[in-house]
């Protein structure tokens, strides 16, 4: 059978997402005991989650989490991370044993800084040239998959439940201001830890829960700027579509997102003239990056994260905010389980985002 | 020469027992096939003068007549078919270059028919166009490689001028002089209906219909034919005509006898002479000196108008469609050689140039490696014949379609493909007064935008089907299609899995 990145898999999914937007720490056990209630939206080929905060000792460094399918493409990985990056710490990745999660990869945590003279060499600042060399690693290294590499945050996932990944990953030992939660439901695969969710890039990292129709047009699109589309998955794509756009082309958030989910013509029509100039342009220069396609996603990244449903809301997605807390899961009851009171509970529309973002001044 | 060894094409049969000798026949067939014998009071035909273009059939009132391929079979032969034989009949007789009209008639593949497109089944929904909104507007032009914000997130960068398009879909180049004013006139309504486009073709603009400039591409050929200021100003776009997918390599030749009063006026040359328009523009010997030409067309519309250009698919057109993007213009259109014609020679039309689909393919592949595609627009013709074709050639990558024969088809073609005799019976291909007003604009726009509205909703139910409410999600998404009948090289050159992959 053909792996992620051989072939494309598409899959329905359960996620879920905390951030305090105060900042305040706080440890893994909530969002596992939410991820873990829509069991059934899952089928245990998958598990996953993102945290963010939780190297506060390491926080200018990269950290990378690294699979390895054996010793002898982890020894050639690592001169070529050591080539061009600093490597302040090395160490695997601490777990447990839990019934469910078996065959598990070689899981290595470097952190790491980028050879700042190779960096200048080619007129390219950190972030990019970490990106660049991480690819590099994931399409050229058969066996080898970094599967995160922001800074002061991780991805932990693997092929069972989410809630055993969880467990499996000692996630009650992390704290973070942020947590995403993914369970996948594929249709097919061949239990491949790097096609688990959440997929990351940087700081970056993405949740979604359905099947985007758009895909080949939005890889298509982004592959024109130097990205290589490696697994085939929504994820991957909708993550390096954010990247292009906030990151590479400096695209405040907020507008990327009406990229990401572009109001529709009829919608536009009706704005004041500026905003209909504005969106106008945004539709024109970046119509192949309009998703498309039933999806919910969660996007985290440093500041926070960003929830949001296709135009026609054709996935579920609800919200709810407790003090400085706000909660996003695909079913209400993900967040009841963990949250019995909250000030507020919604369900936002097609393409209306909920912004959740660190309050100026939260310690990150 | 006296012994002609031609024979007719195709024979009309009068079932006597309908025929109340009405002689409408006689009235409406210009190739004067039908005539009446006032001593013997009978209605005769010549069948050498038949085209077979259905008038006489369609009017008759009561059913009378129906034609027939001449009954002539030569010993069977594989190599020297009849129509190999006919030629050289034709041509040993006249001894001149063959002429042929609209599209090669010769068996090639149909590529779009050995594409099958993709639905939603359960793992995600297809979403109902009656219920849900379901786009398919798309802005044609050069878009910049990125929008920039200030530090108030307000945009700064200035978009380049672009064509809207409420449906994926132009009318080709087809200019008057080889088509009638009332022909123009159809399209031209249509179009500004629709909230589309429909091109001049490299003969001029008449004056009435300046009013439909923004639904108007102008375009600008060899021949610089009614080309003016004002003109370049009137419509939506300026395009520039390389090439034609019927005849790559060639110019155009409207005989002087189309030429009368209006047409003389419009192209801006004197009545009755002929039209020539050369192979190559006078100048344009190389890529550098398109790149003048299209920004000498930018200064003289001040910067208000995209500059598509228009080249015949053939052998090297990606890289040629590359050198495009780079020269600085705004939309590419290509033409397939299985594209229409007013006239053209008959050994080009059937043997120069290559399949739209796989151009189309190569470019949009192309353009992609050297992260230009997003640059401009891309469009393409040369049998667009259905709703079908157009999603699959959204899906291979063209941002919108051009269709000139499915057109005049809507407006009374019967593809008897002799267009070049101008005396068209269906008012469209044709400069004769008496012809032209059998084409009535009021009725036939109609009809044109029937056509193009009925289009758009299956584009719209199959853009549903596939789990898609935006045209931009189609474009370029081959995972939407997959091949059926291809071979491996096939499938490599247009990107697709095939059938069960």
């Known amino acids: 059978m053909l792996k992620e990145g051989q072939v494309r898999i598409p899959s329905g999914c359960a996620i879920s997402g905390i951030i305090d937007t105060k900042g305040n720490r706080f440890s893994g056990q909530e969002i596992i005991k939410s991820i873990d209630l829509m069991h059934e939206r899952s ?71 980028p050879r700042t003279y190779m960096a200048r060499e080619e007129f390219i600042d950190e972030d990019e040239f970490t990106a660049r060399y991480l690819i590099r690693i994931n399409k050229e290294y058969k066996g080898a998959y970094v599967f995160s590499s922001g800074k002061n945050m991780g991805a932990f996932k693997g092929v069972g439940y989410p809630g055993d990944i969880g467990r499996f990953f000692m996630l009650e030992t992390y704290d973070a201001y942020m947590w995403t939660a993914h369970g996948r439901f594929p249709t097919n695969t061949p239990g491949w830890w790097g096609g688990a969710h959440p997929f990351t890039m940087l700081n970056w990292s993405v949740v979604h829960n359905g099947e985007i129709s758009s895909y080949d047009a939005n890889r298509r699109f982004v592959e024109m700027f130097g990205y290589k589309c490696t697994l085939q998955t929504d994820t991957e794509v909708i993550t390096y579509l954010f990247d292009l756009l906030v990151r590479k082309h400096g695209m405040p958030i907020e507008k990327a997102i009406k990229v990401i989910v572009a109001p529709f013509w009829d919608d536009i029509e009706r704005e004041n003239k500026e905003i209909k100039i504005e969106l106008k342009a945004m539709r024109t220069v970046y119509s192949s990056a309009l998703i498309n396609g039933p999806f919910s996603i969660i996007l985290g990244y440093e500041k926070g994260m960003i929830a949001l449903n296709d135009r026609i809301k054709l996935r579920s997605l609800v919200a709810a905010r407790k003090d400085s807390k706000i909660y996003v899961a695909s079913e209400e009851s993900a967040i009841k389980i963990i949250c019995n009171n909250p000030d507020k509970v919604w369900s936002p529309k097609g393409g209306e985002p909920v912004i959740a973002l660190l309050e100026e001044g939260a310690q990150q | 020469m006296s012994l002609n060894f031609d024979f007719p094409d195709f024979e009309v049969v009068r079932n006597e027992k309908n025929c109340n000798k009405c002689k409408v026949c006689v009235l409406e067939c210009s190739n004067k096939v039908h005539f009446y014998d006032e001593n013997k009071k009978t209605l005769n035909v010549n069948n050498s003068k038949c085209v077979n273009c259905h008038r006489c059939v369609v009017l008759c009132p009561l059913k009378a007549l129906t034609i027939k391929k001449y009954p002539l079979e030569f010993k069977e032969n594989s190599n020297w078919t009849s129509r190999a034989i006919k030629e050289i009949y034709k041509q040993s007789q006249r001894g001149e270059v063959l002429l042929s009209s609209m599209g090669t008639s010769n068996k090639f593949p149909v590529y779009w028919d050995k594409m099958l497109l993709n639905a939603s089944q359960v793992t995600n929904p297809s979403i109902d166009p009656l219920r849900e909104p379901m786009e398919t507007k798309v802005i044609i032009g050069r878009k910049p490689e990125k929008l920039e914000f200030n530090s108030k997130g307000k945009l700064v960068t200035e978009i380049p001028p672009q064509v809207e398009l409420n449906i994926p879909i132009m009318f080709s180049a087809m200019s008057y002089g080889s088509i009638s004013k009332n022909a123009h006139e159809a399209l031209a309504r249509a179009s500004s209906e629709l909230g589309i486009c429909y091109n001049t073709g490299e003969g001029g603009l008449n004056k009435d219909f300046y009013k439909y400039g923004k639904n108007t ?14 003109y370049l100003n009137a419509g939506a776009a300026i395009e520039i005509k390389i090439g034609q997918g019927a005849k790559p390599g060639i110019g155009g030749h409207l005989p002087g006898r189309k030429v009368g009063k209006d047409v003389s006026s419009t192209r801006m040359i004197p009545i009755g002479s002929d039209a020539i328009s050369p192979s190559p523009h006078h100048d344009i010997y190389s890529i550098e000196d398109l790149r003048q030409l299209i920004f000498s067309l930018k200064e003289v519309t001040e910067y208000k108008k995209p500059i598509f250009v228009k080249i015949a698919a053939v052998h090297n057109a990606p890289s040629i469609a590359s050198g495009i993007v780079r020269a600085g213009a705004d939309a590419i259109v290509v033409d397939g050689f299985r594209g229409g014609t007013g006239a053209a020679p008959t050994r080009v039309r059937d043997n120069v140039g290559i399949p739209i689909e796989f151009a189309l393919a190569a470019i949009d592949q192309r353009l992609r490696e050297e992260g230009i595609r997003n640059h401009i627009s891309l469009l393409v013709s040369g049998t667009i014949r259905n709703s079908a074709d157009i999603v699959k050639a959204t899906a291979l990558g063209a941002d919108a379609v051009c269709i000139g024969t499915a057109a005049l088809i ?5 593809m008897c493909q002799s267009c070049t005799t101008g005396k068209c019976n269906w008012g469209i291909a044709t400069q004769e007064p008496d012809l032209v007003k059998r084409l009535n604009p009021d009725m036939m726009y109609k009809k044109l935008v029937n056509l193009i509205l009925a289009w758009n909703n299956e584009i719209q139910e199959m853009l549903g089907g596939m789990g898609i409410n935006a045209i931009d999600s189609l474009r370029g998404n081959r995972l939407m299609l997959r091949g059926i009948d291809l071979n491996e090289k096939e499938l490599e050159i247009l990107g697709l899995k095939y059938a069960g992959q």
């Open chain 1, 43 to 113: 089928n245990g080929l998958g598990g996953g989650f993102a945290a963010y905060g939780i190297y506060p000792q390491y926080k200018d460094l990269y950290a990378l989490h690294i699979f390895y399918d054996n010793s002898e493409i982890k020894m050639k990985t690592e001169s070529f991370l050591a080539e061009h990056f600093d490597i302040e710490n090395a160490g695997n990745i601490p777990t447990r044993p839990v019934p469910g999660v078996v065959n598990k990869p070689l899981m290595w945590r470097y952190f790491v800084h």
């Open chain 2, 410 to 414: 809507a407006l009374g073609c019967h």
């Open chain 2, 217 to 230: 591409i102008v375009q600008v050929a060899s021949g610089r034919f009614g080309v003016h200021k004002e």
